[in-house]
């Protein structure tokens, strides 16, 4: 007849298996950790590309549809980028075909991380004068739902590039340079990573 061994584990027995099943742990939580942080940041940075390219779009769509006339810079206080010029139609008196004095102007800038479109008509102008400005009702703010737009030290800039060696004001073509400097919204992604930059360039 055989006796049941009623002999319990010894303590350095339960001691060394907690010690082994404390490695394991530790080992699967660091490897599901790493997992998730990386998931984490790809799917930031995919989400912030995804809402960068619609950012640059719809300043693409802005200079289509404005088809200006001539691109100037543009500063004021904090506000940085360009300013569209579609000068008026052209007028026919006795034949002489005159080109009014007068336009639509768009503003395309950066403030406050923030990208803003205004367009001031030449209707605006005369109805209010010097006292409408850029800002003042604006069509559209574009803003980061998942992105930060980084303007602080013109870490993100929107301005010419002219066909001549420098620009000296306002210009019939050349090119509209695009560069966002960007971090994920979510604050625990972007304190382990440096502003990702992207670029864009438009002709005009």
Request: glycine residues 6%; proline residues 3%; aromatic residues 8%.
């Amino acid at each position: 007849m055989n006796r049941l061994n009623n002999k319990g584990m010894t303590l350095v027995e339960l001691l060394t298996g907690l010690a082994v099943s404390s490695i394991f742990i530790v080992s699967i939580y660091g490897v599901f950790i790493s997992g998730y942080s990386l998931y984490e940041k790809t799917s930031a940075l995919g989400n912030a590309r995804d809402e960068t390219d619609y950012i640059a779009t719809m300043i693409l769509n802005e200079m289509s549809e404005q088809k200006p006339d001539f691109v100037e810079p543009y500063s004021n206080g904090n506000q940085k980028g360009v300013k569209l010029i579609r000068l008026s139609d052209k007028e026919v008196e006795s034949y002489l075909i005159r080109q009014p004095d007068t336009s639509d102007d768009t503003y395309i800038y950066f403030e406050e991380n923030k990208i803003w479109i205004d367009t001031i008509t030449k209707e605006e102008k005369e109805t209010y004068g010097s006292a409408i400005a850029a800002g003042d009702e604006p069509e559209l703010v574009l803003e980061g739902e998942t992105i930060q737009i980084l303007t602080a030290s013109d870490q993100s800039f929107l301005q010419m590039r002219c066909s001549s060696q420098a620009c000296n004001g306002r210009e019939s073509n050349g090119i509209i340079e695009l560069e966002l400097a960007i971090l994920p919204q979510n604050e625990r992604v972007a304190e382990r990573m440096n502003p990702v930059t992207l670029q864009s360039s438009f002709g005009f």
